[in-house]
């Protein structure tokens, strides 16, 4: 996979984040503007001597409002805006194509878009999620409340089951699985993180193929 995307991909997915709904449109603004001027601090400062109350100032919001969008003060770093996206561009996958199929094509267009586009806010939040421990079991805690519900939501969507379906909630489980090897493998040096999306097509394919080791 490139982090160089063709214009027309670019344009496609800037085009899925528009369908969202206003009021959602609305909060992912706002949060990036939260996140963007506590990365900064983050950076001048250091993370624990950057408080909420510096960071809700820089974005000229109350620490109230500030916690309307982020529980913790880790979230701040660990949450991102494409969660949703990933489940609106999962959602509009081609029904013949088995889950993993249409996730691999998701991320397919994801994770580059992402790298393309917002390669150093994906640096900082990595950076920082390997140098403070409360960040890394934050990031742990964040995958298993926002993108594992979502991947246990869009699958029973695609699959006509339950959420509570033990087999949807495995193979959800799954995927958050190959995230997370990914994600280990970068922090402990193994790959570089522009090779992250293929790590990730690849652990994908693998699970699919049943891991014929």
Same mark, same amino acid.
């Given at each position: ?8 991909l670019i344009d496609r997915l ?84 088995? &889950? ?11 994770? &580059? ?84 999306p293929d790590l990730i097509d690849h652990n ?10």
């Open positions: 996979m490139s982090t160089s995307l063709p214009e027309h800037d085009q899925r984040l528009e369908r969202l709904p206003l009021r959602e449109r609305k909060k992912l603004k706002t949060r990036r503007a939260i996140q963007d001027h506590a990365l900064r601090l983050f950076g001048e400062r250091g993370y624990d001597e950057t408080t909420v109350e510096q960071i809700a100032e820089a974005a000229e919001i109350s620490p109230s409002t500030f916690f309307r969008y982020f529980p913790t003060k880790e979230d701040v770093v660990v949450t991102d805006e494409y969660d949703p996206i990933m489940a609106e561009v999962f959602r509009s996958q081609p029904a013949e194509l088995t &889950p993993i199929q249409a996730l691999r094509t998701t991320l397919g267009d994801l994770l &580059p878009y992402m790298f393309a586009t917002d390669m150093e806010v994906v640096m900082t939040r990595m950076r920082l999620t390997t140098t403070v421990p409360a960040l890394r079991a934050r990031t742990f805690e964040s995958l298993r409340e926002g993108t594992h519900l979502i991947l246990k939501e869009v699958l029973a969507e695609r699959t006509g089951r339950s959420q509570d379906d033990l087999d949807i909630d495995a193979l959800a489980w799954a995927v958050v699985g190959v995230l997370m090897s990914a994600m280990y493998a970068w922090m402990d040096g193994k790959v570089q993180i522009e090779e992250m994908l394919e693998l699970l699919e193929s049943g891991f014929p080791l």
